[in-house]
């Protein structure tokens, strides 16, 4: 029987090799798993849904055969609770299972439970209603980010070696860059998608993990091939796991270090960026300090309409779940108009706000959009694809940035309560029709949000509206012993650069695989 301590130790390569060596079985391997989970839940609230009992069959054959793993609350798996942090979901059993899943499954992952997220996704932290707020292993006052929040804990804290995570806008990389792991935001197209995952391919699914070799053996078991759905890119030249131990030619990086406001970055993340960029100039790397090649001020705004269109579309998904769950009187009851939606989204349940006030700010902005305005968003992000992919192809070959612009925040200290408008103003206007003229249009009010929030995530969601691939490496430590960490951005279909960049960088500037001490 392996012990915690080992096991804490051994990445999911490591682990798959002990069950195929015959040195441990996966039941062992779950058990352990899960007694870490029991002493570490209570204080580090990760786990939305514990699928203990469920008959979840995995391939005994797969190159993760037996390692145990976690999913995100947002990836669909037949016949489990699933809620994506939103309480309006809290009876929903998905029914039918997500390719990505299924991917997961014939690699011979083993899911014991669903990991926390913020609400619909919506935020750069893990702090849902649904749940207590997630907390960083690291320093329990302080999140580990999100959306993909629970996953990044969950590995940071030797619960698993490696959980599945989704990035829409940095969810992957965020938390990874908090929790001092690995997060890779592939290409559009390397991993398959679903018929109703979001539009556009803004959000594609990947993993969290310690080592940079898991994550590319992750990659390499799920990668789909060029004709798997809507998007596809060419298939890697040879597997990722093989370009890890090979040091690339020396490559011309361009460095941003200020985020999308042209704000400085936190002090402590300026000194850990500048010396990530003389360490790469060490490994052979020509570094030079660049502005992006797009208009920052374009993005913003696009990203503004996104991120409200992002939570309306997602909302209408969840009522369509909701009129499949319960068909007939009651869903007609709940959800058939949209002032009834209005109405659910609105009012308190017995356990306080259906959502949070933030998702139905964004859905009354949505609803101020025309369908134009979202095509014309979209067409700004293909503009800003198509210059970042030539400025990629042409005169860098990679692009860094911190991943953060400062060391993970305090939790609450993104919530947005208190800079968005009256509620009750708000309703109060909808129905007299004059919504647009109120608080919910003002200039100063977008503002505040969108400051708060993107001067937090920096460029991250740039990888996801231009579809380009994007991986956040630990790269140092705040003066509180928080991680921080870098992001480099390659061209369309660059994981091979990027994979064999992080293997060096690992090989030479290796960071804590010990999961911190949590005072318990």
Excluded at 201 to 207: A, E, K, R
């Amino acid at each position: 029987m392996i012990d915690i301590d080992t096991y804490v130790q051994m990445d999911a390569l490591d682990l798959a090799r002990l069950v195929r060596e015959g040195h441990a079985t996966a039941l062992e391997l779950e058990e352990v798993a899960r007694r870490q989970l029991r002493a570490l839940e209570p204080h580090l609230h990760c786990i939305a849904h514990d699928l203990y009992g469920r008959s979840i069959p995995s391939s005994p054959d797969g190159p993760f055969a037996g390692v145990p793993t976690l999913l995100k609350d947002d990836l669909e798996l037949m016949g489990t609770p699933m809620t994506a942090g939103c309480r309006l979901l809290k009876d929903y059993r998905c029914r039918y299972t997500h390719p990505f899943a299924a991917r997961m499954l014939a690699a011979g992952f083993r899911p014991l439970g669903r990991t926390t997220m913020s609400e619909l996704g919506l935020m750069p932290t893990t702090e849902p209603l649904t749940h207590p707020p997630s907390r960083n292993p690291w320093l329990l006052d302080h999140s580990p980010g999100g959306s993909s929040g629970g996953a990044a804990v969950a590995v940071a804290a030797g619960i698993v070696p490696i959980a599945h995570g989704a990035d829409g806008g940095g969810s992957v990389r965020i938390p990874a860059s908090a929790c001092g792991l690995v997060g890779l935001k592939p290409s559009r197209g390397r991993t398959p998608f679903n018929a109703i995952d979001p539009p556009w391919g803004f959000v594609t699914q990947s993993c969290l993990s310690r080592t940079v070799r898991d994550t590319a053996a992750f990659f390499d078991a799920l990668t789909a091939s060029p004709t798997a759905g809507q998007y596809s890119v060419p298939l890697p030249s040879q597997p990722f796991l093989s370009v890890i131990d090979t040091d690339p030619r020396p490559l011309r990086i361009g460095l941003t270090t200020h985020g999308v406001f042209g704000e400085e970055p936190h002090p402590e993340v300026n000194t850990i960026i500048r010396s990530t960029a003389d360490r790469l100039a060490a490994l052979g790397h020509h570094v030079e300090e660049v502005s992006p090649p797009f208009s920052v001020e374009d993005l913003r705004l696009a990203l503004g309409v996104l991120w409200a269109s992002a939570a309306g579309v997602v909302l209408r998904l969840i009522t369509r779940a909701i009129e499949d769950q319960y068909p007939g009187r009651i869903a007609q009851t709940l959800l058939s108009r949209r002032s009834t939606l209005r109405r659910l989204l609105s009012l308190p349940n017995r356990n306080g706000p259906r959502v949070h006030r933030l998702t139905r700010w964004l859905m009354l902005r949505d609803e101020d959009f025309s369908p134009s305005e979202l095509w014309l968003a979209h067409l700004t992000f293909a503009e800003i694809g198509q210059k970042l992919e030539k400025w990629l192809s042409e005169r860098y070959n990679l692009w860094l940035t911190p991943t953060l612009t400062r060391p993970p925040v305090r939790i609450g200290e993104l919530n947005t309560e208190d800079i968005l408008p009256s509620q009750l103003n708000l309703w109060r206007s909808a129905r007299r029709g004059a919504w647009q003229q109120r608080a919910l249009s003002t200039n100063a009010t977008d503002e505040a949000v969108a400051e708060r929030l993107m001067s937090y995530i920096g460029f991250n969601p740039v990888a996801n509206v231009s579809g380009l691939p994007a991986i956040s490496l630990p790269a140092g430590f705040s003066l509180a012993g928080l991680p921080i960490g870098m992001t480099l951005t390659a061209s369309m279909g660059g994981e091979e650069l990027l994979f064999a960049v992080a293997g060096q960088w690992e090989r030479a500037h290796p960071w804590p695989k010990q999961p911190p001490q949590i005072a318990q």
